[in-house]
């Protein structure tokens, strides 16, 4: 049972990364996907979801600036983010099953760092 995030680093203001996460078929197929992040002192936020047949959701601090995507041929999970700013500085987790219908599985975490 796993989920592997990769993408994340650190870039400025106004930059774009890419957020990857490959996991197991029984993790993905027919499962909704999702990114959740977390920043020090902060609440935990679901920032985007997309279920099995592709409907996306997300935030209201990053709609317009990320994109979730999802191939299901590589079980594979994606979160593009554009226009990054500070406050998107975070741990984000990919996680399956986000809003846990039945039981959510979560990845390891990449760090996202945003220099103003």
């Known amino acids: 049972v796993q989920l592997q995030a990769s993408g994340g680093g650190l870039v400025q203001a106004g930059g774009s990364l890419r957020l990857s996460c490959v996991t197991s078929?029984?993790?993905?197929?027919?499962?909704?996907m999702g990114w959740y992040r977390q920043a020090p002192g902060k609440q935990r936020e679901l920032v985007a979801s997309?279920?099995?047949?592709?409907?996306?959701n997300y935030a209201g601090s990053v709609k317009g600036r990320f994109t979730i995507s999802r191939d299901n041929a590589k079980n594979t999970v994606y979160l593009q983010m554009n226009s990054l700013i500070p406050d998107d500085t975070a741990v984000y987790y990919c996680?399956?099953?986000?809003?846990?219908?039945?039981?959510?599985?979560w990845g390891q975490g990449t760090q996202v760092t945003v220099s103003s």
């Open positions: 996680v399956s099953d986000p809003m846990g219908w039945g039981t959510s599985f």
């Open positions: 997309i279920t099995k047949t592709g409907n996306r």
């Open positions: 078929e029984y993790l993905f197929t027919g499962k909704d």
